[in-house]
């Protein structure tokens, strides 16, 4: 067979780059972005390049994983896994009823539609209403903000036409979720370049703050009252579009009153900023005509996601920087059906106590969905709706959930546990199943996802109507018994006797959704395609007529669609006043900017990504290990020396709830006080703790404590530490590549 070349969709992230495969005689040799791309113009990283490789990994299952009487796992064909499955999930109903059944969805599971669609139809049909997904210790802020303000329908203004853009702990030149697009670095440089003003605010240089104009190098947890300042200096200026404000929105009194502290002197001292650094930035922010606000994880998980997420839309609001009536909605929808192009609100809605009640800490469903945090409490807490079965579809507990040590408890407590895992470690360890799924590189792909996450605010999504879908590129390895998720789950529930039916993930009005669900054949297996055909019913676009467009991704011939007044005797207003926010502004105002413990744990644990894995995803591969085969505590070089330590020394990192050894890095981009390391990385705690594979930061957060009232979110950034020198250094191997690092 001849070298070949096909363009396919990367599933590493939601972001779902167009990338070209280079085959040789079928076999995949090099893997690039596509140059030619009219959206992506040819960026990839790391881990999308490498994607053929982790398929390779000694550490990949290629058969599903049954745990024996001893605690070792065996395999076990998947068809009789799936059997067995069913037949203990029949009996947990039978003796516990269908709450005792949860569901965990992590980022892989949610990127990916098809395994998403059957997760929620399989619990729908079990009758459990015990989902819940990364969303709520991600950032959970977003949707809570969301509901509390209010959405606007016609959505944001391209990114081509921002004159300035906010950014608060968000690092999208590495992280790619939201802010600047599929192509941050060349966005931003674009941007730039015809004058846009980057704001930052984090207590890290970023990749992303290297380039900002305006850099406010703030202390963790502190995010909420720079926006507060910049929000009030804003008014005092009287930088605010009145008319769109007076016409759409309500509360500007109640938000003006609840700033009135926040002076440029008062968050420069608490935040440990210039007073003129908070003032250049809101002359930035008031002289833009159009711009956007957008947070990221880190803002969400510092124990201020929603007031943090909510002034970011007042903000936007303030500024009238929103979609208006008669201007063109660059992308009206291609395989997701956007809400209706009005320039209007329906107003805020619920964003918290309705659905199903938690039995735990006054704990209700959300709008960011069920407290995750939560759930590890309803597998320990004894009585009646007790959890006694978790699947896990995509995603890592054991690295992913704060507060690891109850983490490991309920896991080991489960009465069944079964993981989706392409690998034998983290959650799937403690698993009584693994079912081994088929991997990126062999299943039809889409870039519906990223087409979807366009709703969570600016900088997502695509800026034009674009999609593509990519049929399989490689057969599983010869003799694997590998499946997609959507196929073990339907197998699963057809053992269990249940009926299925697809709400489709293309249309966003719930209501709609609902009307157009499918119901799945259980007496013949439906196909990959029937799947997808199902969960994008309602596209704009049908499905079929992106997959015949043909290899490579596609920019759409789609009707002018333009911003539609809102009809007569439209009520709904967005709220800039919304009094749980206004009182979590009085609360953080009135509360002393001195750090509590201090003394005991004088430094701050920053939450970060890293550039070339994804979370706990395959730490193992080689390529992906360079420069960190382990998760460095990164450290500001002044702090490093009052310990006496410097990088690659062993350092201790305790904090209230637990301690873990780290190596250390220094690091100049880190603000004085504060230890940055990544989420979602080391080993379980029953596991030797050895700092040169990568330690788990979850092992020093509590899910009890210093929680979200809403999301249930404990603080998992800006964790309050205390780090100290211990015994030992960096293997010689790793150390000599640590000399390497410029």
């Known amino acids: 067979m001849p070298t070949d070349k096909v ?34 113009h040819g960026y990839s990283c790391i881990k999308g390049r490498e994607a053929a490789t982790v398929h390779a990994l000694p550490s990949r299952l290629l058969h599903s994983m049954k745990r024996q009487s001893d605690g070792r796992h065996a395999p076990i064909a998947a068809q009789r896994a799936t059997a067995e499955i069913a037949e203990r999930l029949r009996a947990i109903v039978a003796e516990h009823g269908p709450r005792a059944v949860a569901l965990y969805i992590g980022t892989h599971g949610y990127i990916n539609f098809p395994a998403q669609a059957l997760s929620y139809s399989l619990m729908k049909a079990i009758g459990s209403p015990m989902v819940f997904n990364t969303a709520t210790i991600d950032q959970p802020g977003k949707g809570i903000a969301m509901a509390l303000h209010g959405i606007w329908l016609a959505g944001t203004p391209p990114i081509e036409s921002w004159d300035a853009l906010l950014l608060v702990g968000a690092n999208p030149i590495v992280s790619m979720t939201g802010g600047l697009g599929v192509n941050p670095a060349r966005t931003l440089k674009q941007g730039q370049y015809r004058g846009m003003k ?13 380039r900002a104009d305006v850099f406010l190098q703030c202390r963790p947890g502190e995010d909420a009252a720079v926006l507060a300042g910049l929000i009030r200096q804003l008014l005092a200026d009287g930088h605010i579009d009145a008319d769109f404000v007076g016409a759409e929105t309500e509360g500007l ?56 997420e909510y002034l970011g839309r007042a903000l936007s609001s303030l500024r009238g920087w929103w979609l208006r009536a008669g201007e063109v909605k660059v992308n009206p ?22 659905g199903e009640k938690l039995r735990v800490r006054g704990l209700t469903d959300t709008a960011a969905g069920l407290p995750t945090a939560a759930l590890s409490d309803e597998i320990l807490l004894p009585g009646s709706g007790q959890v006694k079965a978790l699947i896990v579809v995509g995603g890592n507990p054991m690295a992913a959930w704060p507060d690891q040590l109850k983490t490991q408890a309920a896991m080991e407590t489960l009465d069944l546990l079964v993981c989706l895992d392409p690998r034998l470690e983290g959650t799937s360890r403690y698993a009584h199943y693994v079912l081994a799924p088929a991997l990126s590189l062999e299943v039809e792909n889409t870039t519906a996802v990223n087409e979807l996450v366009s709703s969570f605010g600016p900088g997502w999504g695509y800026e034009a109507p674009y999609a593509q879908v990519s049929p399989p590129l490689q057969a599983p390895p010869p ?3 590998v499946h997609e998720e959507w196929s073990l789950l339907y197998d699963i529930a057809r053992h269990m006797g249940l009926s299925l039916s697809i709400r489709p993930l293309a249309i ?64 709904g207003r967005l709220q800039l006043g919304a009094e749980p926010m206004m009182q979590e502004l009085a609360r953080i105002a009135a ?97 030797p703790d050895r700092p040169e594979s990568g330690s788990s930061t979850a092992r020093l957060l509590r899910n009890d404590q210093d929680f979200d009232p809403y999301s249930g979110i404990p603080l998992m950034s800006g964790v309050p530490v205390r780090v100290s020198r211990a015994a030992g250094q960096l293997p010689a191997t790793q150390a000599a590549a640590l000399a390497a690092v410029p």
């Open 479 to 481: 003799g694997a018994d």
């Open 591 to 687: 509360a002393s900017a001195a750090r509590s413990g201090a003394e005991e744990f004088p430094l701050r644990l920053l939450s970060r990504r890293m550039h070339d894995v994804l979370n706990s995803s395959w730490h193992d591969n080689p390529r992906q290990q360079r420069p960190w085969a382990y998760n460095p505590a990164f450290m500001n070089p002044d702090d490093l020396a009052r310990i006496g330590a410097g990088s690659g020394d062993i350092v201790e990192i305790r904090s209230a709830s637990g301690s873990i050894l780290g190596v250390a890095q220094a690091a100049p981009d880190v603000r004085r006080g504060c230890v940055s390391m990544s989420h979602c990385w080391g080993g379980n705690p029953d596991q």
């Open 508 to 571: 966003l009005d719930p209501a709609r959704a609902a009307a157009q669900s499918s119901e799945v054949d259980m007496q013949h297996k439906p196909t990959t395609q029937d799947i997808w055909r199902m969960v994008l019913k309602g596209a704009p676009v049908d499905y079929d007529s992106v997959r015949a467009a043909g290899a490579g991704g596609h920019v759409f011939e789609r009707p002018l669609t333009r911003v539609q007044p809102k009809p007569e005797g439209w009520s």
């Open 333 to 354: 929808g291609v395989l997701i059906d956007p809400l209706p192009p009005l320039a209007a609100s329906p107003g805020p809605f619920p964003a918290a106590g309705f």
């Open 198 to 210: 980057l704001i930052v605010v984090d207590p890290r240089v970023t990749e992303t703050a290297r």
């Open 7 to 40: 363009n396919f969709v990367c599933r590493i992230c939601q972001a779902c780059c167009n990338l070209v495969a280079v085959r040789d005689d079928g076999l995949i040799r090099d893997i690039r972005g596509d140059k030619t791309d009219p959206v992506y």
């Open 253 to 308: 009194e109640a938000l003006r009153q609840a700033v009135a502290p926040y002076t440029p002197e008062h968050v420069a001292e608490r935040a440990g900023i210039r007073a003129d650094e908070l003032l250049a930035a809101a002359t930035v922010l008031g002289g833009a005509r159009r711009g956007a606000v957008f947070s990221g994880t880190g803002a969400n998980m510092s124990g201020q996601a929603n007031i943090v």
